[in-house]
């Protein structure tokens, strides 16, 4: 599946508890337990089985959240039962590579002596966390600042997943109340969403518009799993990957375009001048080495101090050049040869 489609899939189904409806009565004169929520389902802390308790649906009203925003929306909740607890529910989309995800959830805490019961929000990946996020109210204290109390706060697990992931680990979220008998966990707007990494935007860039056409939608669809897209791909075949490309910022299909030396002459006066292939916006440092005491090669080197940035606009191709005129470097070489380097910044 392609990403346009994964990230219009990350929809959360009755994110506001509103699709069941039949409620004009607020509080806990009309609340719903028991009564299957749509979109999701109730589960233990195995997730394998029907989770206890007096679980469902309610609408909230002033007496309850007097601080809340939340109007006339209905609210999840979990009510007593076992510890663990949940709310869960399967998305229409699979783990993408390079891509942030966002799952969110408001938190409320009641205005009443009813004891919360801590919270636990996990992003899984075919049916394992990959990623999670858990308070208590002194956590939802801390974020409002003060006091939390008959309020709705909004609590968030980020995931950022590595370039490379496994296919077809769908994904799903589950909403936990952490303790048992005797706490409630009251939750709104669930939502979760996604944007592309840097390399993510970068793979996008450069490959998104060669792959996957879509005629329905008229648009190409990127897939992040392209080969060719990968980090250690090299599609131009200038010896330098795809990683070394995007960090240099220069183009990965383009084999003239690559990070390196160009050019190298010495003056009559014995001054060295090298120039190397830049990109506007980027900087780098000019690093030397005089090798062993027979002037061979030894790695070592010592980095000048300057730092060159390439005035250009970003992303734009040009050149640098160095002139070793010995004020930077020491003074003239110490055994006849030199050595020279140059390294982003």
Not at 59 to 82: D, H, K, Q, W
Not at 84 to 102: D, E, K
Not at 129 to 135: A, E, I, K, Q
Request: with cysteine.
């Amino acid at each position: 599946m392609t990403l346009c489609q994964e990230f219009w899939n990350l929809a959360v189904i009755n994110g506001r508890f509103e699709s069941n409806g039949g409620f004009q009565v607020p509080c806990f004169e009309a609340i719903a337990y028991g009564t299957r929520v749509i979109g999701w389902d109730y589960v233990t802390g195995g997730g394998t089985n029907l989770a206890d308790g007096t679980n469902g649906y309610y609408m909230p009203c002033s007496t309850i959240f007097p601080n809340s925003s939340n109007g006339t929306n209905y609210v999840a909740t979990l009510m007593s039962g076992s510890p663990g607890n949940a709310f869960l529910q399967t998305l229409r989309a699979h783990l993408l590579p390079s891509t942030v995800y966002t799952f969110s959830v408001a938190i409320g805490m009641r205005d009443t002596s009813d004891v919360f019961g801590g919270y636990q929000l996990d992003l899984l990946a075919g049916g394992v966390s990959v990623g999670t996020t858990s308070g208590t109210a002194a956590t939802l204290n801390a974020l409002a600042g003060g006091s939390a109390m008959g309020e709705f706060i909004t609590v968030s697990c980020v995931v950022t997943t590595a370039v490379l992931v496994a296919s077809n680990q769908q994904l799903a979220i589950r909403i936990t109340k952490i303790d048992g008998a005797g706490t409630y966990l009251d939750f709104n707007n669930v939502q979760v969403t996604s944007q592309l990494t840097p390399y993510g935007r970068w793979q996008q860039e450069y490959f998104g518009a060669s792959t996957n056409y879509n005629p329905a939608l008229g648009i190409y669809e990127y897939s992040p799993t392209v080969p060719a897209s990968l980090p250690d791909a090299d599609p131009n075949g200038d010896g330098q990957d795809n990683w070394v490309a995007y960090l240099t910022g220069d183009n990965p299909l383009d084999s003239n375009s690559v990070f390196k030396i160009a050019s190298f002459t010495m003056a009559t006066n014995g001054w060295f001048t090298f120039t190397w292939q830049s990109v506007g916006g980027k900087s780098y440092q000019v690093q030397f080495s005089d090798g062993d005491a027979g002037g061979g090669f030894n790695g070592a080197f010592t980095t000048i101090a300057t730092v060159f940035t390439d005035p250009d606009p970003a992303g734009t191709p040009g050149t640098m050049s160095f002139t070793d005129d010995y004020t930077l470097t020491d003074g003239p070489p110490a055994h006849a040869n030199r050595y020279y380097r140059v390294s982003l910044y």
